[in-house]
């Protein structure tokens, strides 16, 4: 792909409508992007079904939720869930009585991940054994909802997986300092891809946020045939990330958070996408921009390119509505501090020579660097110190609204999908949100 393709109209499309069927793969945790379609699903008066990623008990053994469990997730999701573990990945699987791959990174510590080697035979059988164990259980999760969903309905399938981060000691420290890191802190994004617990990672990234899309799509392969076969329709959404346009020197330009981890994961969750589309399959990545959410708190500095959005909201026809989400950042601010003090901030931040180099979409993902770092973190703590309250901020405020706005455009849009891969850039989203509150 040579560059974006981007939503430009507001979608009007619908085909869903009450009685057909929303289902959620992936549980439904804190605020996120899956929020946005699930309550539009709701609007839709859907039926709406979702999934556990099922829970570990004290020996890291999956299990399915519990009685108590199950009915918080339920009133959460506002629909049934099948209590069938659809936990992805495979850093805590390996063939019974040998170490699983989190097992075999126990060992390693800050002065020795670099040099540390894994037995990638054995990786690799942990590998099928975490596959097999999440496709056979999609296959009891299809079973189920095959007889809950009835002849001649459409069926929107909502892909939410992502991640696949092991959870080992080591990995939080070298966290901290790829990602948060400055000066002597500063570590590369290269030196972590180029250990054995770098591809160990980007090998489980692919199976948690990529494969198991591929997985769905197979899996409800009958479904779709008996849905296509009695007059529905059925499609597929993800959500993806590969930068966003945003307003830059007064023109919505490319840009994107580096370094993304993810970002080879989510060219392989398109990839599935083009793939299925070229079969008659509708499967739709929408790639969606920068927000604050629960998970991506560790990184400094994806929040700002969220800042620009105040701009967009004027330029495509804000009015009264729009001037009163201005004021809303305004009010999280300290009294001496101006938003067009912090918004100058972003313009001289976006017009560095630094982050000029990171705009350059046939390189993505890049690695960072001790020059981005400085720049991008350094602009981040400047502007988190002129709020009020680091637990009130403008992105809290902004992160919503992209929120709002994706909801619908992914929904309508899925109905007659122009494409397999979608940006979901500033200008469309601004457009949206103005037109729901005009």
């Known amino acids: 792909?040579?560059?974006?393709?981007?939503?430009?109209?507001?979608?009007?499309?619908n085909i869903f409508r009450k009685g057909d069927v929303f289902v959620l793969f992936g549980e439904l945790f804190g605020r996120g992007y899956a929020n946005g379609l699930v309550n539009e699903a709701r609007k839709a008066g859907m039926t709406i079904i979702g999934i556990t990623v099922g829970r570990r008990d004290e020996n890291n053994a999956l299990r399915a939720l519990s009685?108590?469990?199950?009915?918080?997730?339920?009133?959460?999701?506002?629909?049934?869930?099948?209590?069938?573990?659809?936990?992805?990945?495979?850093?805590?699987d390996a063939p019974a009585g040998e170490p699983t791959p989190t097992d075999l990174l126990g060992g390693m510590t800050l002065k020795s991940w670099q040099d540390d080697k894994l037995d990638w035979a054995h990786v690799e059988k942990c590998r099928s054994v975490g596959v097999q164990r999440f496709k056979d259980s999609v296959a009891k999760v299809m079973s189920e909802l095959d007889g809950m969903i009835e002849d001649g309905r459409n069926v929107f399938f909502a892909?939410?997986?992502?991640?696949?981060?092991?959870?080992?000691?080591?990995?939080?420290?070298?966290?901290?300092?790829?990602?948060?890191?400055r000066g002597d802190r500063f570590l590369s994004?290269?030196?972590?891809?180029?250990?054995?617990?770098?591809?160990?990672?980007?090998?489980?990234?692919?199976e948690v946020t990529a494969n198991t899309f591929q997985y769905l799509i197979e899996g409800s392969a009958a479904i779709r045939a008996r849905m296509e076969k009695t007059g529905g329709q059925v499609r597929y959404t993800a959500y993806g990330y590969h930068g966003t346009e945003i307003l830059i020197d007064g023109?919505?330009?490319w840009q994107t958070y580096t370094s993304y981890s993810q970002g080879k994961a989510k060219m392989r969750l398109e990839q599935v996408a083009e793939n299925a589309w070229a079969k008659g399959?509708?499967?739709?990545v929408y790639n969606c921009p920068e927000i604050r959410t629960n998970s991506s708190d560790i990184f400094v500095g994806v929040e700002l390119s969220l800042f620009p959005l105040l701009k967009a909201l004027r330029k495509e026809n804000g009015s009264a509505w729009a001037e009163a989400q201005w004021q809303a950042c305004r009010a999280v601010l300290q009294d001496a501090q101006t938003l067009e003090d912090l918004l100058q901030k972003i313009d001289s931040y976006n017009g560095s020579e630094v982050m000029k180099h990171f705009r350059n979409f046939a390189a993505w993902p890049m690695d960072n660097s001790a020059e981005l770092a400085n720049v991008m973190i350094g602009t981040s703590e400047e502007i988190t110190q002129m709020h009020q309250s680091r637990n009130a901020l403008v992105t809290d405020v902004l992160s919503a609204l992209v929120l709002e706005g994706t909801?619908?455009?992914?929904?309508?849009?899925?109905?007659?999908?122009?494409?397999?891969?979608?940006?979901l850039n500033h200008d469309i989203i601004a457009k949206q949100l103005n037109t729901m509150h005009a």
């Open 159 to 181: 892909h939410t997986m992502a991640g696949g981060i092991p959870k080992v000691k080591v990995f939080l420290a070298i966290a901290n300092r790829i990602y948060k890191g």
């Open 1 to 13: 792909m040579i560059a974006p393709n981007s939503l430009r109209k507001i979608p009007q499309a």
């Open 251 to 253: 023109e919505y330009q």
């Open 189 to 206: 994004s290269r030196a972590l891809f180029d250990s054995d617990l770098g591809k160990l990672i980007l090998m489980n990234f692919d």
């Open 281 to 284: 399959i509708k499967a739709t």
């Open 67 to 92: 009685a108590e469990e199950l009915a918080t997730a339920e009133a959460n999701l506002g629909g049934r869930i099948i209590n069938v573990p659809l936990m992805a990945g495979f850093d805590l």
């Open 407 to 423: 909801g619908p455009l992914m929904f309508f849009e899925t109905s007659a999908p122009s494409a397999a891969v979608v940006w």
